[in-house]
């Protein structure tokens, strides 16, 4: 009779043990897949970013179009994490860097301007899409849930 009760036991025992084994592969490899590619399109962003001169080619502040503000400006993106923009008069002067939040991909920028556009674009920015040529980035409020975007084009 007890030879009856061990063998449901110690079934019961071996199958929370696969369970509990499979559950933490699949998390972990989600993980892993995440952190993959949120490395991969920030390292694809910072290797991009210092390779030249790059345009606003959009911003737009909660739908509306504020391009123009950054007309003739010429961002450079240094390898030190400083970014300076200049439209042959005005030079203006930030940091710039990456990282994740929640896995996210980040491009944070930051101006020391504590007025007009470029304080409209010092923010912590999602990276939608990083090629050669293009940095596209989307912000969103935390305050009212207002969506900016901001896209960088290659001189």
């Known amino acids: 009779m007890k030879k009856f009760f061990l ?3 110690l079934f019961g025992v071996f199958m929370l043990n696969v369970a509990s084994t499979c559950s933490n592969d699949d998390d972990d ?3 892993d897949d995440d952190n993959n590619s949120s490395s ?3 390292t694809q962003t910072q290797n991009t970013l210092v390779n030249g001169a790059w345009r606003v080619t959009l911003f737009s502040e909660d739908g509306s179009n504020q391009t123009a503000q950054f ?3 010429d961002f450079v993106f240094g390898t030190n994490g400083a970014v300076t923009a200049e439209n042959g008069s005005t030079t203006m002067s930030g940091t710039w860097t990456t990282g994740t939040d929640d896995s996210t ?3 944070i920028i930051n101006f020391s301007a504590t007025n007009g556009p470029f304080e409209e674009i010092s923010e912590d920015w999602r990276i939608l899409s990083a090629t050669a040529t293009k940095v ?3 912000h969103v409020s935390g305050g009212d849930g207002s969506t900016d975007l901001l896209t960088f084009e290659k001189n």
């Open 7 to 9: 063998i449901p036991l």
């Open 29 to 31: 490899s989600n993980d």
């Open 40 to 42: 991969a399109i920030i």
């Open 71 to 73: 007309s003739n400006y």
């Open 105 to 107: 991909p980040k491009f």
């Open 136 to 138: 596209e980035l989307k």
